[in-house]
């Protein structure tokens, strides 16, 4: 990938107001453009060209990011079900990053034991169970076999 945008800032002029403009007309032989708002509209000549481009130079390369860890572990924990298995690994290969940890408690709680109280591991046991039944209390499972676990959670 390319920055195209920055490389061509240096050769030409934005025109302004671009977006009011319908018709537009090139000529290899000048530097300017030809601007109508409508076919029939007075044309405006822009005056685009700075300075020539030179045939060497080429834009700088840009790397894209990639896929965040939560992304990575999303395309495998619930994409990867419906991907034939000869392009599985392509398409939600096994991420190489350790999973991240979900908040099962209030919103702006880092901490899962801080909203257990008084109740301590076996209320964390019955919110793991309760979390992802939909509204006919139906479990959810993770991989293949998605759906045949009715009403059972699945650790």
């Not at 790397?63 to 924990?77: A, C, D, I, Q, V």
Request: hydrophobic share 25%; with cysteine.
């Amino acid at each position: 990938m390319y920055d195209w945008a920055s490389f061509l800032d240096n050769f030409f002029r934005k025109i302004k107001g671009i977006k009011k403009y319908h018709h537009f007309e090139f000529d290899p032989s000048n530097t300017y453009v030809i601007c109508k708002e409508f076919c029939d509209s007075d044309p405006v000549k822009h005056e685009m060209l700075i300075i020539s481009i030179d045939n060497d130079s080429f834009p700088n390369t840009l790397s894209p990011p990639g896929l965040t860890p939560e992304r990575k572990w999303y395309l495998f924990n619930e994409i990867r079900c419906f991907v034939s298995d000869e392009h599985k690994d392509k398409v939600a290969p096994i991420p190489d990053c350790s999973e991240p940890r979900k908040n099962v408690g209030r919103e702006g709680d880092d901490d899962d034991d801080a909203n257990l109280g008084e109740a301590g591991p076996s209320k964390r046991k019955q919110q793991k169970q309760s979390i992802g039944r939909g509204s006919r209390g139906k479990g959810t499972s993770r991989g293949k076999g998605r759906g045949k676990g009715k009403g059972k959670a699945i650790d």
